[in-house]
């Protein structure tokens, strides 16, 4: 299928930066529509950001103008800028992605993929 894979996690202090990425691989025919959740401890998992294959984004209030999510579609790979970090920013990232996909055994197939997750901690 469709594999994701996080990176740029890591331990920043309050008011810092992070960016993290989100690499996709396998026989990609198209994605849809990418985002970013975090869960923190105790509490469910939220979206954050997501942006669609056209370009529009929308964010979760928490994040709106310190966050911004951007994608290229060429190397299919999504991006997230965390800037203004907060303590309750601190949680497990997820990337999402939704599109088609290449099987050998039965065309073109959708998929829903999920990434393992990069921890993001802000704290002095």
Same mark, same amino acid.
């Given at each position: 299928?469709?594999?994701?894979?996080?990176?740029?996690?890591?331990?920043?202090?309050?008011?810092?930066?992070? %960016?993290?990425?989100?690499?996709?691989?396998?026989?990609?025919? *198209?994605?849809?529509?990418?985002?970013?959740?975090?869960?923190?401890?105790?509490?469910?998992?939220? +979206?954050?950001?997501?942006?669609?294959?056209?370009?529009? /984004?929308?964010?979760?209030?928490?994040?709106?103008? %310190?966050? /911004?999510?951007? %994608?290229?579609?060429?190397?299919? /790979?999504?991006?997230?800028?965390?800037?203004?970090?907060?303590?309750?920013?601190?949680?497990?990232?997820?990337?999402?992605?939704?599109? +088609?996909?290449?099987?050998?055994?039965?065309?073109?197939?959708?998929?829903?993929?999920?990434?393992?997750?990069?921890?993001?901690?802000?704290? *002095?």
């Amino acid at each position: 299928q469709v594999q994701l894979v996080e990176s740029g996690g890591g331990l920043v202090q309050p008011g810092g930066s992070l %960016r993290l990425s989100c690499a996709t691989s396998g026989r990609i025919f *198209s994605i849809n529509g990418m985002g970013w959740y975090r869960q923190a401890p105790g509490k469910q998992r939220e +979206l954050v950001a997501a942006i669609t294959s056209g370009g529009s /984004t929308n964010y979760a209030d928490s994040v709106k103008g %310190r966050f /911004t999510i951007s %994608r290229d579609n060429a190397k299919n /790979t999504m991006y997230l800028q965390m800037n203004s970090l907060k303590p309750e920013d601190t949680a497990v990232y997820y990337c999402n992605a939704d599109g +088609l996909y290449y099987s050998s055994s039965y065309g073109i197939k959708p998929f829903g993929s999920w990434g393992q997750g990069t921890q993001v901690t802000v704290s *002095s």
